[in-house]
């Protein structure tokens, strides 16, 4: 395939955008390739994970993942605890502030407000979060003592009502959210002060690595979309492993693959695992996934028909 | 400002996308900001410097870059000698294929492939380049003997045929290029390979000096977007620093600020030097500018009404 | 302080390689900066947390982790479980190849070879860790049902017998090792395992948040070195910021900070947090921690004389 | 061969842990392996080519690179003009300051301080060069009007008296130092500012192309050593593709690949151009140079025995 100039007209939409990256070189071509994989994975009828770490979450693509939930994309989420935090957060009504990488972080540190990046969480989200995480707890106890993380994060989502919330939208669809590291977050402290005062309060990863691995099948096609790196795109990786690989495969990320980390380690090394099969399709974007996953779900969305 | 979530809406165009990202966080914020600056450099009646490498014309920005001279979106461009040639190369009817990042580098050698990223220019795309630089500058040496580069470009590009070609258009809408390594590269050795048989030949690269310098002035608004590093984008910035600094600059970069190269230097840095003036408005992307450049230029464009 | 020039001389130490980078610019300074960081942790008394991901320990910093804590530098361990995994394989004799960043990923696949960047891990090596693990957790659970992920490990730690393991060195130097997301590995599917087997059997994540928590108090003064980024990181950031805190910190990753991410995240931003005190000493190094902590260590070790 | 662990001894030998690296994953073996490489390169009787960009002079490795120009191990040099107007300025006297990356640039602005990355130069080193560049000039007028860029700076070295200056030590050990885009800085400037009242002074950098040409040959081995990219590295290239590829290379580089820039090139993509050759021996080592440099060559020169 020959490299095409890119040409602008009036009001051009995504999806033609797109199409023309796809006969450019470096990540626009990628970005292409990733939206054909993703096609081809929801033709398929491959059972599609999304994993994403939560700085993802308190940047504006929260509201997107729930959107994608709502529109049947995705079957099983990964992800870390702070973006359960920051979903809750937001759909009780707290709200995250742009601001500036350059910003004076010990002035921010006096004013309670934490920055990730170019984003401000206060110090308020997180005492409105404990609110909710204490009525919630104890709910959640009345009713059994012994909790695998997945099956917790599902009874949560019932009783949120936001439209835009990945936890609501994730309950409604039937889709569970993993989180193999609960504890490493507020979330985790609250688990904590709660278990102090209920006796026999059990949060059971063990259990719910049970329920990843039963997520899928060795005769189930499987799809994964990793956006960034760490236990997120890991687990999900594990848990198709270990039943028999993945088919489609894509990786959006910024990390490179020069040090041997997870976050960094492409499609290609995937394979070498088993992780992903030989034959899979399989894609890798190098870019800022507030950027890149939004022009491809756009391009796959439209392309669908959806 | 709050973070906003993204919506996917059916057939979304781009600019209302990027408008979406205008509301998000790390670099989709960002990108919106670049698309913002360039709308005021615009309407500001800036002189606009464009900068890129020989990369990206490689890449299917070629033609997009040419799109963007015609609709009168740049007023002096500062480049890599590759990126003359390529545009010469293409302009003459010789394709660039878009291969793999993993290809097999021997194998590719032998073919009489040479690899750029996961694009390839074949041996013969240089072989036709040198049939048409003989003649080329032979003409020109009639004119006269010495030549700064810009003038020398110009001249070249007059003789092009092609709608989609940087220097056709720059000729036509009175663009200089400049080119302050215009040695380093298969260029370089055709004029070497010239001036070996014809006696007095030879490119003033201090005239061209004056010519960027002159380009401009202490009292003009000036704005800058420089694509990736290198000196393309260094010798930009040096010629308005010497006429009193920008006051728009966005830069669109892959490379990281912690090694103090060119490449990485953020526009606050630039600040420091007075090549960007305390209170310009400007803005840095990290991303592979084949997916951020039209996503902005077509922003721009669709909200300028051009 | 004046840029000074490096200076080679015959057999130069490390030691004194490091202290002319102190005069250097770029990472080079930075570099010796976190080493003075170390230095004044360790004077301090400060109790110094080391945080690393799975892939340092396939590469050879596994026995340089080990060194460390018996000498006395570490005082609490947290990491990914792929670092637990491959610890404990190194400690049963199995071994990891130097391969290639280019390798053949389908052929490594058809050989039982794993590839992590360039090392390759064998699947037999795998198989050995299942040997291993059971009759391990066996013996476990004879001891009690639930068990906290932390002493657990130690419990693990004292059946090693390898000088170079961390487990080994763990256990014996009384420093405990954090692990937020056990589940997340091949030692997660033989809890799994264990689990459907012998009732009751429970791994209780909640209860070691306490045991991280209490792991330092508001009093003690606590150092951080944090290698690459992930949950290890973050777990100890948390940790001690709900203790008051950190006084002394040094991070070395390959991330960026412009996407938001915890890899990436300086200790600048840290101070937003609260996770780092305002007037901390602190120093992150953008490099590669094959080079960048065993120079570190190497200058710190010598300095302090031990 | 296998990894093998790191381990610190009481005052480690730069070569010594050099040695280890060679035994670890990721950047350490690629370290090593580029150690290799140039002590091969060495020891071929290989022409050593030496290309770095502007911003490795501004830090500590200015003297390093004189200490190694004088010790035999460089025969040519390619720079970017920022390299040649800091060493002149650190050879007149004037120094630079480490300072910090997150500076407020508006501030320093205001002082008179340019910041790259986290050093500092004063605007009075430019106007001391400027003192230096009016006298030497005018005699190299004296001598001849045209001049090639290599025997320009040839002259220049001549007159310089510093041991650690890169210009004093090429003009003495008669190491040609090409800078292909020689009016790119205050150099460039002052180039133009003297053409102003002195005709016919013309810098002839296509005579200058014959002259890095004609540096090598195809009988002869070449070796390249690239710090950082640029033009710097991409000129070397050329020449030596031109005279039948390179047999031995070393990339030191903080640039990906994944965008098709020249930084992020590596020594594989390279031999799809011929540029070096398929059975040559190579290594592309990621990390900042301050720190990669320094080692690799400290163990190069210990084990050559120099």
Chains 1, 2, 3, 4 share one sequence.
Not at 23 to 34: D, M
Not at 83 to 106: A, L, N, Q
Not at 278 to 299: K, N
Request: charged share 25%; with cysteine; net charge negative.
């Amino acid at each position: 395939m020959y490299v095409k100039d890119i040409k602008w007209k009036k009001g051009i939409k995504v999806n033609e955008l797109v199409e023309q990256m796809g006969s450019t070189g470096f990540q626009g071509v990628e970005l292409k390739k990733a939206a054909d994989v993703i096609i081809k994975m929801k033709k398929s009828g491959a059972k599609i994970y999304l994993t994403f770490t939560s700085n993802m979450v308190t940047s504006g693509l929260r509201g997107f993942f729930a959107q994608l939930i709502k529109l049947g994309m995705v079957d099983v989420i990964v992800t870390t605890v702070g973006g359960i935090e920051e979903d809750i957060m937001r759909s009780i009504g707290e709200k995250f502030t742009i601001g500036d990488f350059y910003s004076d972080d010990v002035e921010l540190y006096e004013k309670g407000v934490n920055r990730v990046g170019n984003l401000f969480i206060k110090n308020e989200s997180y005492a409105k979060f404990e609110d909710w995480m204490r009525p919630s707890l104890k709910k959640l106890y009345e009713q059994k003592k012994i909790w695998p993380v997945s099956e917790m994060l599902n009874e949560m989502g019932k009783t949120i009502e936001d439209e835009n919330s990945i936890l609501y939208q994730a309950s409604k669809q039937n889709v569970p959210i993993f989180c193999p590291a609960i504890t490493d977050g507020a979330f985790g402290f609250h688990l904590y002060l709660f278990q102090q005062d209920n006796e026999g309060f059990v949060v059971d990863v063990v259990k719910d690595f049970a329920n990843i691995l039963f997520s899928t099948s060795q005769d189930e096609t499987k799809g994964l979309i990793a956006l960034g790196g760490s236990i997120s795109k890991h687990h999900a990786l594990l848990a198709c492993l270990l039943n028999g690989g993945i088919d489609y495969a894509v990786y959006l990320t910024t990390a490179r693959s020069t040090s041997g980390s997870m976050s960094g380690a492409t499609t290609k090394e995937a394979k070498s695992w088993g992780k992903i099969k030989d034959d899979s399709d399989a894609a890798t974007v190098i870019g800022d996934v507030t950027i890149t996953f939004p022009l491809i779900m756009s391009y796959v969305l439209d392309e669908l028909g959806i």
